[in-house]
């Protein structure tokens, strides 16, 4: 029986939004990223001789369409870049609302990499470029806690690692769902209508070079403010990036959250950041979690610590 891998996904503190290269999904920009504990894909891949084409099961339902030609293309690569000659029968399950801006094909396709060459037993860094390679995003939930993607100019540059003495067990992400429905827009139409077409594109790539190196500060002094801070100030421009290009994901909840957090700053360390979707993220500490989510009793919402990197197990 093929093993079984998990994934958890990520949420970005500084924003991955912009490509260089399309195909290898090169970004324009380093991302940094907190690895949560409890939203995670599963996944095993079986080779099989006897199929002609590989075939993807996802939470127990036969995937067509685009959902299965996207997979298949990340297969043809591993075919090619590891020189594996069979077909696969893919099975995943995702803990995480698909499309919602929770970032599902980051720990689908860190998932995947992993899954489908395990018989290679690639390194960390190998792992990071092929997820990489299936959804951008995908690069940094390899690794546990917190990580830097750093943008590199090739393929054999641009990949994700652990931020060194960046052990934080009190930080936490608490998760208000807004809207749990698939997004608006892909990321990937949004990203590339923003790096083609916005007037603050440019701006967004300088100041998120800033913004790496001022959040990277703030982890190694365990300033939360510092690095609440910067966090919410990058989803901003993020987001004010592409609002210029006459888009958002923010719904009348979203920034109804936003407020909340907003009034709730002056007492507490509690900063909000938005992804593609309308769902709100909020980063704390383990000490105001409690008083946070007093003032979050209307919303849905779910505490994150951070969490590990992929793990392999046997099936039961
Ligand atoms: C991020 N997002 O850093 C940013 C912030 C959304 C907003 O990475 O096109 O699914 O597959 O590389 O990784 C979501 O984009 O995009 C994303 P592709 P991906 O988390």
């Given at each position: 029986m093929a093993k079984i891998v998990r994934a958890n996904t990520n949420i970005a503190l500084i924003k991955y939004w912009g490509k260089a290269d399309e195909a290898l999904k090169i970004p324009t920009n380093s991302s940094l990223s907190m690895t949560l504990d409890n939203l995670y894909t599963e996944t095993s891949v079986d080779y099989q001789s006897e199929l002609s084409e590989d075939v993807f099961y996802l939470d127990g339902i036969q995937q067509t369409g685009k959902s299965l030609e996207r997979v298949q293309k990340f297969m043809d690569y591993v075919r090619k870049e590891y020189n594996v000659k069979e077909y696969a029968l893919i099975t995943s399950y995702n803990h995480v609302p698909s499309?919602?801006?929770?970032?599902?094909s980051a720990s689908a396709f860190a998932a995947l990499a992993k899954a489908s060459t395990l018989h290679l037993n690639l390194d960390d860094e190998a792992l990071s470029r092929l997820a990489r390679v299936g959804?951008?995003?995908?690069?940094?939930?390899?690794?546990?806690g917190l990580v830097e993607w750093?943008?590199?100019?090739?393929h054999e540059t641009s990949f994700a690692k652990p931020i060194p003495n960046?052990?934080?067990?009190?930080l936490r992400m608490v998760i208000c769902f807004v809207n749990e429905e698939?997004?608006?827009?892909s990321s990937g139409f949004a990203m590339q209508e923003t790096s083609q077409k916005s007037a603050y594109f440019d701006a967004w790539v300088k100041q998120s070079h800033e913004d790496i190196v001022t959040a990277k500060k703030a982890i190694e002094e365990k300033n939360l403010n510092k690095l609440g801070t910067v966090v919410q100030e990058n989803a901003l421009r993020m987001h004010a990036s592409l609002m210029a290009v006459n888009k958002w994901y923010f719904e009348p909840k979203t920034i109804e959250i936003m407020n909340i957090v907003e009034t709730l700053q002056a007492e507490i360390p509690v900063y909000f950041t938005m992804d593609a979707g309308p769902n709100v993220k909020i980063l704390t500490d383990e000490a105001h979690v409690d008083q946070l989510l007093n003032h979050l009793k209307e919303y849905k919402t779910m505490v994150c610590k951070t969490g590990k990197g992929l793990t392999v197990y046997d099936e039961l």
């Open positions: 499309a919602a801006g929770l970032a599902s959804s951008g995003s995908a690069s940094r939930s390899v690794y546990e750093e943008k590199g100019k090739d960046s052990d934080w067990p009190e698939k997004k608006k827009f």
